[in-house]
């Protein structure tokens, strides 16, 4: 086999896998490249596995960090049992997790209003710092922060109270909004 | 064997074509190990499932090898085109029968019951799953928008309040990163 004389950009190639070559010609002379080069299919194949591979991990519920409603929707269509708890400015909910969770969703709702990305820090008892995570891209139309955990993980907290602080990120960052969680540690198995 | 190996695709078509004895059934051997892996994920990138992209690759290179042992293809240099045109074709029917199984499907069934489980048996899923944790939110977001909800560029702009250029080289540059925590060593440390 001869070695590829034109490879197909990496670009090019996740652009096709994600549907995004809207013309007709690119896409027709993309897949005539890729049944001829066996180079770039394979380096196709290889990241189509990586994302494969990602889809398995949220299908297992293994995945921390913020979705969107659009990953929320596939999740519960893929019989991923999500359980949610949604909270508003000033708001204290009590949470806790169930047999048969697989991921827990914390959906924090706010005035979202020329905001792209926020702040969430996370506090637990006496103030001390349980989590920092900047840049978090604020999702939707009308504008949520919607935070994932692993049942698994939030299974191994103790009784505690959270506090989530949401700040707006830019150069005059504001804050959006204060919410508690009032978690119940799970009863130990058997 | 090796001569297979280094054979260009249209000296196998021959090979086949020809049925000289031994050397087509090498031949044989070595188109279906260049073109099925293509066939499969043309049948992913359409069909979107890992079991029917196989069963894709299975009756597109059937028809191939009967096609090429029956002299139908006259232009043996261009049996990249011809498996191409027939996955293209097959792929085809392939959703229109699934849109009337669907929709079946969703009036009788939960999507829970009937969501095959995926299969990824080469890939060290748990070294993905530190690597994944390792990109910044946003680019994460992006990845599992791409791959898991399957959401196109434009989609996903608008679920991220972006534009879609820049979803492009977010998606880019998120799986250059993943690529390259999965085969550096100290991504799993």
Redesign the interface.
Known sequence: ??PCQAPVP??TL???????LLDGDEMNRV??H???C?DC??R????????????????QG??????????L??LQ???VRVRMFWLAPGETVPCAVFPGDDVIVTALRADFSGV??VTLSVTGPDDSPFGR?D???????RGEVLWATPAALVQQLPSMRLELTLTSTGAAPTELGRYVLDHAASPPPG | MQAMVDASDGDLARAVAARGPGLAEAAEAELYRRFAPRVRLYGLRHLRDEDDARDLVQQVMLLAIEKLRGGAIRDADQIASFVLGVSRTMAKDWKRREWRREKLRDAFLPASLVTAPARDASLDIDHLETCLARLADRERMVLLLTFYAEKTGSDVGKELRLTEGNVRVIRHRAIDRLRTCMTSREGGE
């Open positions: 086999m001869l990496d670009a996740l652009d096709y896998w994600a549907g995004d897949e005539e890729l049944f001829a066996g299919s394979a196709l194949d290889q990241m189509a596995a990586l994302g494969a591979g990602l889809a398995t991990l949220v299908r293994r995945m921390s960090g913020f979705v969107s409603r659009a990953i929707n596939r269509r893929d019989g792209e990305t995570y840049d978090v891209p604020v999702s939707g139309a």
